[in-house]
């Protein structure tokens, strides 16, 4: 292997008195793609963001071609050729594609901006990602799997040595997935390193050709990826053996808590009918684009419905606004939890508290009450920050979500229904999370799950349905719960049967 144009030498990472990373060692060389694994909260994307010049560290320095740094911006990072991929999105969303792609680095023409250079730039990018976006396109009506492959063109129209990716394939297709491998492998064949972080194990193993694992902000191991296996891994992520990552199934109750009857939404979903009982967790599975997503936001009142009913406990609900879906009891996290679920920049109480305010107001706002009910979610479901008084930014993607979580089970529904629960999230994190959906669950709430994991759906649901097309293809319950069957109702080679019975 070459010599490595980039060494990291002692780096470490302090936020008032804590520390969340420490002696970071490292040479990164061209031409290989290097995995970062911890659980979330391990210091992974802090250690990226030291490299790329959005944090500074603490201690330690960068080494880049002989030169040391003590600090660097991300203007400066950038012109040294680190480019980074944000595991949250950080386009402008009045803006087209072309605009974000070339936001910061626009090209000029005799001092005027190029747009047909850049609109024509960006297609040629695009298409070399197997991605058919109109560059003139606004960020805002993209969907979230369009948002990455324009994170990835930002990249691409730069000659990058060292390519940052934090989570990259969350929010992809399995073809996209596909599609961005392959420009990783061109990438690695131009000399490029690439830095790729990822809770999906397989990926890492198939992928990175080294691994660096950090736990409690602390190397554990640097090695080849041949030397390990995916469980291997996984222990010496958590420094424990796993034990069962889902929890035992539960046993629903005869109830109907959410009964959905003829939902339509014009262009998007058609004739969607089901019930969920009160114990149940109940699946919604199908391809992206399937219109799972649509069809929780239309129970929200988040999307207009042109057609259909919705009871609550046995009652008409008129829903036309997450609000109004509230007071009925109703629940939803989204799958995007920057930009629908929290705001960054509001501390942990703030954000935990939002959805519920009216209950802490007494005249005044009463901040103790505020606090106590923030203390018992951040024990209640092992949220680890420095402060309940840190902006929720600060925190790892798993932590984020579990202050979700609490957010919105401060209003104390009686249906939840959860877009995505685990995305980005690491293993541990992942069962700590499946062990409060079930219990939650086991009060007698009712859940709906939306997950693109197949594992996920068929280890933690008790009845799935599956989605095509806008309409349900498939109602399976028991052993019908299987990989096999939910693809093949997903892609349509199997035509909709009853519940309970194969076609």
């Known amino acids: 292997m070459t010599d490595a144009p980039i060494r990291l030498h002692g780096l470490g990472k302090r936020f008032g008195p804590v520390t969340v990373l420490r002696d970071i060692n490292l040479d990164i060389h061209p031409g290989e793609v290097l995995g970062i694994l911890g659980e979330n909260g391990a210091g992974k994307s802090t250690l990226l963001k030291l490299i790329s010049g959005v944090y500074q560290p603490s201690v330690g320095q960068i080494e880049i071609d002989g030169r040391r740094y003590d600090r660097l911006d991300p203007i400066r990072a950038r012109q040294l050729g680190i480019a980074m991929i944000p595991q949250e999105f ?32 960006t297609a040629r990018v695009l298409a070399s990602l197997d991605c058919d976006l109109d560059p003139r396109a606004p960020i805002a009506a993209l969907s979230v799997a369009e948002k990455q492959m324009v994170e990835v063109a930002r990249v691409l129209v730069n000659d990058a040595r060292v390519v940052i990716l934090d989570e990259p394939t969350t929010v992809l297709t399995d073809r996209e997935v596909e599609v961005l491998f392959k420009v990783v492998r061109a990438l690695q064949k131009r000399g490029v390193a690439v830095l790729f972080i990822s809770h999906k194990l ?34 010496k992520m958590v420094g424990r053996e796993l034990s069962q990552v889902y929890p035992d199934k539960g046993q629903p109750q005869t109830e109907v808590a959410l009964s959905v009857a003829g939902l339509s939404v014009a262009g998007q979903i058609d ?3 089901f019930d969920l009982r009160r114990g149940e967790i109940l699946g919604l599975s199908g391809l992206v684009g399937s219109g799972r997503t649509e069809i929780a936001e239309a129970i929200m009142g988040l999307r207009q419905r042109s057609a259909g009913a919705i009871h609550m406990n046995g009652k008409a609900c008129d829903i036309r606004s997450p609000s109004d879906a509230h007071q009925q009891g109703l629940a939803y996290l989204s799958e995007d939890r920057q930009g629908r679920g929290l705001v960054m920049n509001f501390n942990l109480i703030e954000n935990m ?34 402060s309940l008084k840190s902006p929720v930014g600060q925190l790892s993607g798993g932590n984020q979500q579990k202050v979700y979580l609490a957010k919105l089970l401060d209003i104390e529904p009686s249906i939840l229904m959860l877009d995505e629960p685990t995305r980005g999230i690491d293993v541990g994190t992942k069962r700590e999370i499946y062990r409060l959906i079930r219990q939650l669950a086991d009060e007698g709430r009712a859940v709906l799950v939306i997950s693109s994991e197949l594992e996920e759906i068929i280890g933690l649901c008790d009845r799935v349905l599956v989605v095509r097309e806008g309409r349900i293809a498939a109602e399976l319950s028991d052993a019908q719960i299987n990989e096999e069957d939910i693809m093949l109702y997903a892609a349509g080679a199997r035509e909709r049967t009853p519940a309970g019975v194969h076609s």
């Open 271 to 273: 004739d969607v009918s």
């Open 353 to 386: 508290t939002l959805l519920s305010l009216q209950r802490y107001v007494t005249g005044l706002i009463s901040h103790r009450r505020e606090r106590e009910r923030a203390e018992h979610y951040q024990q209640a479901f092992n949220i680890r920050a420095a």
């Open 202 to 235: 397989k990926e890492v193993k198939n992928l990175c050709q080294r691994l660096l694992i950090l736990r409690d902000g602390s190397p554990v191991e640097l090695c080849d990826t041949a030397n390990l296996d995916e469980e291997a891994m996984a222990r």
């Open 90 to 121: 950080n386009l402008v969303p009045t803006l087209s594609v072309y605009e974000n792609v070339y936001l910061g680095q626009e090209l000029r023409r005799k001092g005027w901006l190029n747009h047909k250079q850049m609109r024509e730039e």
